[in-house]
């Protein structure tokens, strides 16, 4: 499927994690309220969804889980994609760590295919690299010019895998780097030796997002711990660099391979999407290139405070480089009226976090108070 700037413009819709469950219900109800709004009113020309899409268990009444069969997934997918296949919206996808588990019963490859039954889906296979790559899905959209003359944009998939064994999440590989440099290359050829302004789609974040963060002390109220091997340390959002909400300590993987000096490289990528950590959502620039962290769009998932909810990217066809993003939320279009989250869990991003601390406070006080009140009675004695 060809896609192309319309009028100069060209307007993608990035869906964190959705994390969908084979049996539906409420949460469900609440996503594709908010979906179906934001497809009628942004109206993109492309939809992203950032991976950890489907569930791949279904569980009895007892309690029991068994793998999903490929009609409960194809289910799934049907129901999540709807919002924007009634609108005749094209959309791609990026496989989260969640999407590669089943991998024994069901691997990512199967996944795909499912996928390409539902009309729209753009990851055909004059997207994915051909080439035997760690991964899967990984491969390039081009978006040509509105006369459809020229490329003008790139959007690069990348598989950013599921757990390193060594510990932590997965990192992308050095043949994923290779390949993209490779392509990266013979794009540029194509562009005249300009390299093609481009936008990176990942699931996992980049260890560079600790960049946009700033140290703080443990006593902080308002700190973030750290991820991995970052879980020693504290954290705010750094102002000076970065805007948006910390709600979490970004995932990054435990090891840095690389690949956003290689970015830096070759020179291309402008702009990078990343998903995986359902509460943080924040942008900032590090050495010239925007990191857009995207909550969870879901409702089975942790988050809260009604801000699930998609960025746009908007891109101009005379000044790619130069693009906008957006960020939209459930509760800038439906108010605090949902199915799902109530009370106090809509007063706080952190409300587990914020809970976990007044839980603490709170057992402290009882402790302290109890050991006064015996130390009280046995001196009586
Ligand atoms: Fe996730
Ligand atoms: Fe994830």
Known sequence: MELKFKNK??????????????????????????????????????????????????????????????????????????????????????FGNHDGEGEDVFPKETL?????????????????????IFGCGNGNILIKSSDGTKNVFNLWLIDSGNLNPDG???YVQPDQIEWYERTAE??????????LPAAVFQHIPIPEEYELLKKT???????TKGYGINSDKYYLLDREKAAGYLGEGPAAPNVNSG??????RMGDVVCAFFGHDHMNEFIGEVDGITLRQCRGSGFHIYGDGLKQGVCMLRLNENDPRNFQITSHHYRDYFGTKSETIK???????????????????LGIVTGVTAASVIVKKLRKK
């Open 186 to 195: 013979k794009l540029k050829e194509e562009n005249g030796g300009v390299p």
């Open 217 to 223: 002390s443990k006593f902080n109220p308002l700190n």
């Open 112 to 132: 795909l295919e499912l996928f390409r039954q539902i009309p729209g889906f753009v990851v055909d296979d004059t997207v994915v690299t051909k080439e035997d």
């Open 9 to 94: 413009k060209f307007n993608i819709m990035v869906i964190g994690d959705v994390h969908e469950k084979y049996d539906g219900g409420k949460n469900t109800e609440d996503f594709l309220r908010m979906l179906n709004k934001m497809a009628e009113e942004l109206k993109p020309d492309l939809a992203m969804y950032m991976g950890d899409l489907v569930s791949q268990d279904v569980f009895d009444e007892n309690g029991n889980r068994y793998p999903a069969t490929k009609e409960q997934i194809l289910a799934q997918i049907e129901r999540i994609t709807e919002p924007v296949t009634s609108r005749n919206i094209p959309f791609a996808l990026v």
């Open 343 to 361: 009370g106090y869990m809509l007063l706080s991003d952190r409300w587990h976090t914020n809970f976990k601390k007044a839980l603490t406070g």
């Open 168 to 170: 932590g999440y997965a």
């Open 259 to 264: 690949e956003f000096d290689s970015w830096k």
